[in-house]
């Protein structure tokens, strides 16, 4: 992955317009949040192969910390906190955030055919 | 002598933090031992640092490791195939079968996985008393012997002191290159046990010295 630049980000979200898409969108930190510090709170979710159809997609932020919006017929797609991005050899458009030791936070895919189960 | 130990967690690299001196300790004394490991840890959170995998290339990634890890150990590996994550969501029967079925073929002596209360992931827990539920099937006559391994902060409060504590340190060097063959989870995993400390080494030979099981009576 590399660092997101803006421009080439909203022209891979533009690739996938209205077209039906899957998502995997997920946000995690981590099964021992409470395990290391027990102040901490265990919160995770994620969401694999959603089927979605989006009409409008944008991507705002800057240096590392931007945020993506997905606009379907019913609802919406939302993503804070991505940093990186890669477009994968199946033409999938992977983004992600991590902390400081490289550990992920949240995570953005969109592809054309489902992901691996 | 055991016979046959077969190790049973979901997550590649439990083996290595958890049980790989205690392998070691078995493969010195020419005992087989299996692997049984659950999932690829697809949902991992760590992504190596610098970040070299990302959540698709994850599974293989960890795949691999895994095979080279059991290299390092010389065990047999049997990959479950569940899913990351998912295990406490599946039907605790079901899984039990399959594993009673996988040890029924093997007929180890002794079991390992983790207790089903007291290790933190809930992966853990579920697999732990699936495999639980797997030995408690077999027919006494047959059955082996089981230990199982907490990991809570408050675990020696809620079941006392494990009555099986080995020292390990005669095989540290095999654990560290277990652990290390995990190259995408090594650094994260032992970073978050010691913010302290940055050598790696020696963050796992203050926190991995030993490895503690319970044994447990049916
Ligand atoms: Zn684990």
């Known amino acids: ?117 | 002598m055991e016979k046959h130990v077969v190790l049973i967690y979901p997550h590649p690299d439990d083996e290595a933090f958890g049980a790989s001196g205690t392998i070691a300790k078995f493969r010195n004394e020419g005992v087989p031992v299996t692997y049984l490991c659950g999932t690829l840890g697809e949902m991992g959170r760590n992504m190596g640092n610098p970040t070299f995998a990302n959540r698709e290339t994850l599974p293989e990634i960890r795949k691999k490791e895994l095979i080279d890890a059991c290299n390092v150990l010389d065990v047999d590996l049997h990959m479950l195939g569940y899913r990351d994550k998912t295990l406490e969501f599946e039907s605790r029967q079901e899984i039990a079968e399959h594993l009673k079925g996988i040890l029924e073929e093997i007929k180890p002596s002794l079991v390992i996985t983790h207790h089903p209360e007291q290790a933190v992931h809930p992966d853990h827990n579920a697999l732990g008393a699936a495999a639980v539920e797997a030995v408690r099937l077999i027919d006494e006559s047959e059955r082996p012997k089981l230990w199982v391994q907490a990991i809570s902060q408050n675990h020696v409060e809620v079941l006392g002191d494990p009555d099986i504590v080995l020292d390990i340190t005669p095989f540290f060097k095999t654990k560290m290159d277990t652990i290390l063959a995990h190259r995408s989870q090594a650094q994260g995993v032992l970073g978050s046990m010691d913010k302290e400390k940055v050598d790696m080494e020696e963050i796992a030979k203050h926190r991995l010295g030993t490895e503690r099981f319970y044994t447990w009576n049916f």
């Open chain 1, 1 to 117: 992955m590399e660092p997101i630049d803006i421009n080439k980000v909203q022209t891979e979200l533009e690739r996938f317009l209205n077209k039906d898409v899957y998502v995997h969108l997920e946000t995690t930190n981590g099964a021992y949040a409470s395990h290391f510090d027990e102040k901490a709170y265990n919160v995770g979710a994620f969401i694999r192969n959603a089927k979605v159809n989006y009409n409008h997609a944008k991507i705002v932020g800057s240096g590392n910390a931007f945020r993506v919006g997905l606009k379907l017929d019913l609802g919406w797609v939302y993503a804070e906190g991505v940093s990186q991005y890669e477009v994968d050899e199946k033409n999938r458009l992977l983004m992600a955030g991590h902390d400081r030791e490289g550990r992920l936070m949240v995570a953005l895919e969109i592809s054309e055919t489902p992901f691996k189960n």
